[in-house]
């Protein structure tokens, strides 16, 4: 079964740091490029970071850009999210998503986000 | 960075209702446009790809359509089941963005 479990969320103060992880099971997880998105409390969905299958290509929202990084170990099937700096704006659940991909017809890479995993609250509050 | 607009933002419908939810997209994307269906407390689950592809697994009453900067999501005849928020996801770039939802709640 295909799998991801977030960890790492909870209770930090403004400025603080926290790192979440995301554990990926059930699949080559050295094959896929990976996502970060999050949802803060009673709103939607925003894309917050990406990294290619082999950490070559990565991008950053650009609310989060210069205060997250993202990183993966492939040995470890894992995908990180360190945060510094962190605002009570970023207060969220933070979900990790794996990228799909193929080539259509025209040689377009047609992508989406599957699976999710189940989420992890970060909460920065004083 | 492309913006996407869906209406309506909340959508109060019986069960047995045809429901249609439209996503605009701020430039052209092609065909690059994903749907999801979010549950209270539970992670996005993929219903559609490509606009119009149906995701393994997911009931044929859900359909997309649309390309270049308009698209709908089509559920043919509402379930109990399908009370949700719904979000659609832009990836014509390398920077996603998605819609602002569309709760669809029980008349």
């Known amino acids: 079964e295909v799998q991801l479990v977030e960890s790492g969320g909870g209770l930090v103060k403004p400025g603080g740091s926290l790192r979440l992880s995301c554990a990926a099971s059930g699949f080559t997880f050295s094959s896929y490029s990976m996502n970060w998105v999050r949802q803060a409390p009673g709103k939607g969905l925003e894309w917050v970071s990406s990294?290619?299958?082999?950490?070559?290509?990565?991008y950053y929202a650009d609310s989060v850009k210069g205060r997250f990084t993202i990183s993966r170990d492939n040995a470890k099937n894992s995908l990180y999210l360190q945060m510094n700096s962190l605002r009570a704006e970023d207060t969220a659940v933070y979900y990790c998503?794996?990228?799909?991909?193929?080539?259509?017809?025209?040689?377009?890479?047609?992508?989406?986000?599957?699976?999710w995993g189940q989420g992890t609250l970060v909460t920065v509050s004083s | 960075d492309i913006q996407l607009t869906q209406s309506p933002s909340f959508l109060s419908a019986s069960v047995g209702d045809r429901v249609t939810i439209t996503c605009r997209a701020s430039q052209g994307i092609s065909s690059y446009l994903a749907w999801y269906q979010q549950k209270p407390g539970k992670a996005p689950k993929l219903l559609i790809y490509a606009a119009s592809t149906l995701q393994s697994g997911v009931p044929s009453r859900f359909s997309g359509s649309g390309s270049g900067t308009e698209f709908t999501l089509t559920i043919s005849s509402l379930q109990p089941e399908d009370f949700a928020t719904y979000y659609c996801q832009q990836l014509n770039s390398y920077l996603p963005t998605f819609g602002g939802g569309t709760k669809v709640e029980i008349k």
């Open positions: 998503a794996r990228r799909e991909t193929y080539y259509d017809s025209s040689g377009y890479e047609v992508v989406w986000f599957d699976p």
């Open positions: 990294i290619s299958s082999s950490s070559s290509y990565i």
